[in-house]
Each structure stands twice: as structure tokens, then as C-alpha cells.
């Protein structure tokens, strides 16, 4: 089993900047990779972005691609989610989630995740 505990959610003005936490316990050594994805009210939650928890390969939707930054700390079994130059559109709860099977499943698919967080608000305000 695997906990993820998100933090760092909160209220931002637009062109701003917010990073969020997703820290990582229990059987660790089993994670292939972690990935961020959002949920905005009456949406669909949607992939965001996810790395190989060697820090080889990083994934992003076209939507924050050189604004967003996921990055992790191993030692620390945290994953990070910088993000910067805001917009209201990006107003979501936004979810961590750990990979642990390789396969062929795409990592935008929430399918290709075992565990969740529950996640952690982010509002981007006009």
C-alpha cells in the first residue's frame, strides 16, 4: 500500500505562481513513477503531468507545457508540482497519484494509477 498526502493548494491571483506537495509513505520502493492530474468543478478530472520516479522521463499536457514543472525529491518521497504564470482556467482540485505497474498504459490515463490523493484546491483568481 501507498499514501499520498497533497499540500501547498491555495488562492493565487492570475500570473502568479503556486507550488503543490505530494508526499509519498508506506511501500515506496514499489512506485514506477507519479503524476498530477486536476478537476475542475463540472469537468472531468484530467491528466496534468508525471514523471518516472528515476526522473528519467517527464509527460505534460500541451495545456501547461512551459508552465508547469513536476520534479521529485527521492529522499524525501515527495513529487512537486511547480506552477507558474497562472490562469483562471487552471482553478481545479488538483490530485497525485503513484504508479506502480509499468505496462503500456498511457500515463495521461488515470488507469495507468493505484493510489490516490485526495487532493488539494487550487483557485487562480481574474
Known amino acids: 500500500q501507498v499514501q499520498l498526502v497533497e499540500s501547498g493548494g491555495g488562492l493565487v491571483q492570475a500570473g502568479g505562481s503556486l507550488r503543490v506537495s505530494c508526499a509519498a509513505s508506506?511501500?515506496?520502493?514499489?512506485?514506477?513513477?507519479m503524476g498530477w492530474f486536476r478537476q475542475a468543478p463540472g469537468k472531468e478530472r484530467e491528466f496534468v503531468a508525471a514523471?518516472?520516479?528515476?526522473?528519467?522521463?517527464?509527460y505534460y499536457t500541451d495545456s501547461v507545457k512551459g508552465r508547469f514543472t513536476i520534479s521529485r525529491d527521492n529522499a524525501k518521497n515527495t513529487v512537486y508540482l511547480q506552477m507558474n504564470s497562472l490562469k483562471p482556467e487552471d482553478t481545479a482540485v488538483y490530485y497525485c497519484?503513484?504508479?506502480?505497474?509499468?505496462?503500456?498504459?498511457?500515463?495521461?490515463?488515470?488507469?495507468?494509477?493505484?493510489?490516490w490523493g485526495q487532493g488539494t484546491q487550487v483557485t487562480v483568481s481574474s
Open positions: 508506506g511501500r515506496t520502493i514499489s512506485i514506477y513513477g
Open positions: 497519484a503513484a504508479r506502480i505497474r509499468i505496462g503500456t498504459t498511457g500515463w495521461e490515463s488515470e488507469m495507468a494509477y493505484s493510489y
Open positions: 514523471l518516472t520516479w528515476s526522473g528519467t522521463n517527464v
